[in-house]
T-cell receptor, first 112, second 113 residues
Framework: GDSVTQMEGPVTLSEEAFLTINCTYT??????LFWYVQYPGEGLQLLLK?????DKGSNKGFEATYRKETTSFHLEKGSVQVSDSAVYFC???????????FGGGTRVLVKP | DAGITQSPRHKVTETGTPVTLRCHQT?????MYWYRQDPGHGLRLIHY???????DKGEVSDGYSVSRSKTEDFLLTLESATSSQTSVYFC????????????FGSGTQLSVL
């Protein structure tokens, strides 16, 4: 079945540091890929997505590129802020696009 | 913010008792989902619904049942709660059109003692 693997956390960074969270997937066909973010005490919310190979999703300074050849969708941000402290989830969709498979989540803590 | 309300927000119950969690939406979205979130496992799909009275199992459906009698409400029932069902439960909705994002509720923290 489909699966998503992302690096385990926690990832602890200083403010203005560069952030990378690795994500790889296995799926039949060509799924859409997503990054969701969960702030403390809240539900998940969509951060960015990409629907086909070589697409780059971006939002709030975060970027991720859909790499079919490496089945990856790594999340990056060039300069993190304390407010970026959260749990980040990578996800892939099924062929119909109506179900998501999530990775285990990566907790990120940004210190001032 | 999408109109999704989960109730209760917190519940403590005893092993063997039935528990029902409610998800209510005001967006008239076709698809509704129940996920559980556990450390090291991320979010795992329990059940989902693609319309009134149309439901299907997810990857961790054992011990859970669902019902959807109205578009706006999706109920998750633990017939006889066990300690392994202690978790945070999230409801999510989507329009169901391909690759549309999910909107999540704020979650229900369930503790089974």
């Amino acid at each position: 079945g489909d699966s998503v693997t992302q690096m385990e956390g926690p990832v602890t960074l200083s403010e203005e540091a560069f952030l990378t969270i690795n994500c790889t997937y296995t799926a039949t066909g060509y799924p859409s890929l997503f990054w969701y973010v969960q702030y403390p005490g809240e539900g998940l919310q969509l951060l960015l997505k990409a629907t086909k190979a070589d697409d780059k999703g971006s939002n709030k300074g975060f970027e991720a590129t859909y790499r079919k050849e490496t089945t990856s969708f790594h999340l990056e941000k060039g300069s993190v802020q304390v407010s970026d402290s959260a749990v980040y989830f990578c996800a892939s969709s099924n062929a119909a696009g109506n179900k998501l498979t999530f990775g285990g989540g990566t907790r990120v803590l940004v210190k001032p | 913010d999408a109109g999704i309300t989960q109730s209760p927000r917190h519940k403590v119950t005893e092993t063997g008792t039935p528990v029902t969690l409610r998800c209510h939406q005001t967006e008239n979205h076709r698809y509704m989902y129940w996920y559980r979130q556990d450390p090291g496992h991320g979010l795992r799909l329990i059940h989902y619904s693609y319309g009134v009275k149309d439901t299907d199992k997810g990857e961790v459906s054992d011990g859970y049942s669902v019902s959807r009698s109205k578009t706006e409400d999706f109920l998750l029932t633990l017939e006889s709660a066990t300690s392994s069902q202690t978790s945070v439960y999230f409801c999510a909705i989507s329009s169901g059109r391909g690759n549309e994002k999910l909107f999540f509720g704020s979650g229900t923290q369930l503790s089974v003692l």
